[in-house]
């Protein structure tokens, strides 16, 4: 087997992990209690070693296989996600799903294409401070929001989604510093290792408590695509990374990011429209009143009996 068939075949391994880490989370997320971490469910550490799994094979494809086909790779997450939720939790999506995912995926795919070939810049010290002080910044901005929009939970699984997709972005980022410069300065080199790892549980958690209320479409979409256009925005202003085909590659670029943002809008929305039509139907459902006693029986209203019940009585009497 060469070694781009490898690439493939892990991405493809990977992508599957992903998306099945992501069901279970799903799942866990709508019989726990717990928003962030159900740490006495078990399924909660299946999914994360699920997961784990992912992120390996992710890593592995990415030493035998070029960065432009191994990235957009990954966006088979969204893809694969919702036909293994039909299958193993019987949990259907509609057409409007369906046409999002696969929108949110050709955009993806088309703007990690575009990016030019990888840099060998590295992040200095005072940059990686700013950067991770940004990036948390931002995260605790957007659970902020996100426990202010308790109450409208899609608009709430959304923003926490954004918040673990750039986690995880930004694990990523701090990733390729330490790759390119391995033999920097061990203090600085085992900061970012630290701040990698708690990049990488924040979105692990964020990605749990976006699951909660909100389904499996939405947050799921909305992590994968603004991972990569987090780690993108990053690689381009601070690594030099730049897009192919110059002006014209740019130009494709930013309409495959509309792309990907449609397919997200479409997710969303579809998600949305289910929600408030079960809230439609529970409202308009009448409930029935059932009773508590003999005495509350007897103070309901009486039905008026048919004309000629009386002699009908009197017939069966006598």
Known sequence: MSALALAVLLSLVSAVAYAGGAIVQERVAQTSPESYAPLRRPAWWGAGALNGTGALLHVVA?????????????????????????????????????????????????????????????LDGAERLLVGAATAGGVLLL???????????????????????????MASVFTKSVAVDWSGEPFEQLTT????????????????????????AAPLATATVVNPVVAAAVGLTLFGETFRHGTIG???????????AGGLILLTTERI???????????????????????????????PRPSGSGSTDRNVRS
């Open 273 to 303: 429209g289910r929600e408030s039509a079960a809230h439609v139907v529970a409202q308009h459902t009448p409930v029935p009143t059932v009773p508590d006693s003999p005495a509350a029986l007897d103070s309901l209203p009486r039905q």
């Open 62 to 122: 990415l030493a035998f296989g070029p960065l432009s086909l191994v990235q957009p790779l990954g966006a088979l997450t969204i893809v694969l996600a919702l036909p293994m939720a039909a299958l193993f939790v019987r949990r259907r999506a509609g057409a409007t799903a369906w046409r999002g995912a696969i929108m949110a995926t050709v955009g993806l795919a088309g703007l990690l294409a575009l990016t030019g070939s990888a840099s060998e810049d590295s």
């Open 193 to 216: 290792l630290l701040a990698i790892a708690a990049l990488a549980t924040a979105g692990m958690l964020l990605s749990q408590a976006s699951y909660r209320g909100a389904g499996l």
């Open 250 to 260: 740019t130009v494709l670029a930013l309409g495959c990011g509309v792309v990907a």
């Open 143 to 169: 659970m902020m929001s996100a426990r202010a929009a308790h109450r409208h939970p899609v608009v709430r699984a959304v923003l926490l989604a954004v918040a673990a997709g750039s986690a995880f972005g």
